[in-house]
């Protein structure tokens, strides 16, 4: 994986609290969390390859 673009995301409190419980209980961080959320759905939306080969 290449260098990582940062960017300033703005929550709402409430969701913010939510997503720090789930990630609490996924023993990851909130930004770790919000990467692995934007990735499944990524995948999901068949917008991302699933495996290297596919990148190809």
Do not use: C, H, T
């Amino acid at each position: 994986m290449g260098k990582k673009k940062s960017f300033v995301l703005r929550l709402d409190p409430e969701d913010y609290a939510a997503l720090e419980r789930w990630a609490s209980d996924d023993f990851r961080s909130i930004n770790g969390q919000l990467e692995w959320l934007i990735n499944e759905a990524l995948k999901e939306a068949g917008r991302k390859p699933d495996n290297e080969s596919e990148k190809k």
